[in-house]
């Protein structure tokens, strides 16, 4: 019996031995790295992410003019405004934001004073205007633009918007003239729960908003979205058109349209903005959308908007996603603009 007994013991102490092994080899062990998370963009990233190429555009030309010395003092604030005009700024508003910031300055100022002397002065042209929140029921929103600016799909995403939200959305395919736009809108329609009215193309423009109006009441939604065939703002016929939507909306609705958004795209630069006068002085636009400011270089075009027009921006689109449409928010997009930039020129400027 002797030799199993040493045998057990053998395996024993085996045994015994590897789990010791075991037990250094934990203890021995560095602790686990716990990698969180990545938090989820902010909308301030968002707008950073979107306005890359306008932000290096301007800062470069920036820097570049915040770097001279003293005996170039007096170039300074001329080529602080050509930047300004390069950024689609516009001349007449890169004028007197330069004129605000040198009556701030002065010449005794340094790189860092005149950048952040700019950034205020651009906050202060965009104001702190935000799309109002809806306070009627339905609360009706026209929304205007002519081909190819995005407009459709602006309804789309703000149907989105409402929809998270927790408001119930109608939309009505008040575009008769193109198929495509009513298709388009179809498909929104069941991306974001959206209930949606619509005609065959080529109805009558008012006849849809007519019924729009009608059934927003009967089901009670809370936003109703019109979208309108997009059209050249220097044909008055058409315009007369979209009058006429107008006049029914107003008549089936008391108040409506409560806003009425105009969709403008960023890279066609000043001729935005000749589109929000024709369009302002045609039918009383209320708030702007600028949608694209992710495809250009010359996003400054927001300020000029805002400064030669007096009209809000309500919102701007800076990417394909959904939420990428985001509510204006004039901090965030002078953070976006001007904050987290390569540092610059250093030192004064000024003698």
């Not at 003293?70 to 700024?89: I, M, S």
């Not at 799309?131 to 995403?157: D, E, H, Q, S």
């Not at 009558?204 to 939604?221: E, T």
């Not at 006068?277 to 250009?296: C, E, N, P, S, W």
Request: charged share 25%.
């Amino acid at each position: 019996m002797e030799p199993r007994w040493v045998v057990v013991a053998a395996v024993a102490l085996v045994v015994l031995a590897l789990a010791l092994v075991l037990a250094l080899r934990r203890r021995s062990r560095p602790p686990r790295t716990v990698v969180a998370a990545a938090p989820p963009p902010t909308a301030t990233d968002r707008l950073r992410r979107g306005l890359v190429a306008t932000r290096e555009r301007l800062l470069g030309q920036l820097d570049a003019v915040l770097a001279r010395g003293p005996d170039d003092a007096d170039r300074v604030y001329p080529e602080l405004e050509e930047a300004l005009v390069a950024a689609d700024v516009g001349v007449r508003t890169a004028g007197e934001l330069v004129a605000r910031v040198r009556g701030r300055v002065g010449r005794g100022g340094d790189a860092g004073g005149i950048r952040a002397a700019v950034r205020d002065e651009v906050a202060a042209i965009l104001g702190a205007d935000s799309p109002p929140a809806p306070t009627a029921r339905p609360w009706v929103v026209l929304v205007l633009g002519v081909n190819g600016v995005g407009k459709t799909t602006t309804i789309g995403k703000l149907a989105a918007l409402h929809a998270a939200a927790g408001r119930r959305v109608l939309m009505v395919a008040g575009d008769t003239f193109r198929a495509a736009a009513i298709d388009q809108l179809g498909i929104w329609a069941e991306r974001t729960g959206a209930e949606l009215v619509r005609q065959g193309p080529g109805a009558n423009p008012a006849a849809v908003a007519f019924d729009g109006m009608k059934a927003a009441i009967a089901r009670g939604v809370d936003v109703v979205l019109v979208d309108t065939a997009g059209r050249l703002h220097t044909r008055a016929n058409l315009m007369e058109e979209l009058r006429k939507m107008q006049r029914v909306v107003a008549r089936e609705v008391a108040g409506a349209p409560h806003e009425t958004l105009l969709v403008l795209d960023a890279t066609t630069g000043q001729n935005a903005i000749a589109q929000a006068r024709t369009f302002t002085d045609a039918i009383g636009v209320t708030g702007i959308v600028l949608t694209k400011l992710d495809g250009t270089a010359r996003g400054g075009v927001v300020i000029a908007i805002r400064k030669e027009t007096g009209l809000p921006i309500r919102y701007v689109g800076v990417g394909e996603a959904v939420d990428d449409l985001r509510p204006f928010d004039a901090g965030q997009f002078t953070a976006a603009l001007f904050d987290g930039d390569r540092g610059g020129a250093k030192g004064s400027v000024f003698s």
